[in-house]
């Protein structure tokens, strides 16, 4: 059962833009998902493995992207709506894929990258399609 829930994914053409958001359940909530640890984004396209793109650490607001996004998107948190989101500019055909949103209360985000086995709570998932 998805404890997060992920919105905001679309079709957009090449050099578009779009927000990602990521909330919790109401179940969630109640034991604190999204106010401890970090908040991550992964992408899985057809056929290859989920790889991580941003996080975002909750105690100081550290950031890490993936190399191919940097300059392009962006993390924040809304402390009172308790969302998460990622900003999208300049998406490529090769952004295509779906987006989950995933947290643990345990992590901070460095630069050593994302591991999907780090996060235990995730969401269902929403697609991105950027169209050449």
């Known amino acids: 059962q998805a404890q997060l829930v992920e919105s905001g994914g679309g079709l957009v053409q090449n050099g578009g833009s779009l927000r990602l958001s990521c909330g919790a359940s109401?179940?969630?909530?109640?034991?604190?998902?999204?106010?401890?640890?970090?908040v991550a984004w992964f992408r899985q396209a057809p056929g290859k493995e989920r790889e991580g793109v941003s996080c975002i650490s909750i105690s100081d607001l550290s950031t890490y992207y993936r190399d191919s996004v940097k300059g392009r998107f962006t993390i924040s948190r809304d402390n009172a709506k308790k969302t998460v989101y990622l900003q999208m500019n300049s998406l490529k055909p090769e952004d295509t894929a779906i987006y989950y949103c995933a947290t643990d209360s345990d992590y901070y985000c460095s630069a050593d990258g994302l591991a999907p086995g780090d996060f235990h709570t995730w969401g269902q998932g929403t697609q991105v399609t950027v169209s050449s």
């Open positions: 109401a179940f969630a909530r109640e034991y604190g998902a999204l106010d401890y640890g970090a």
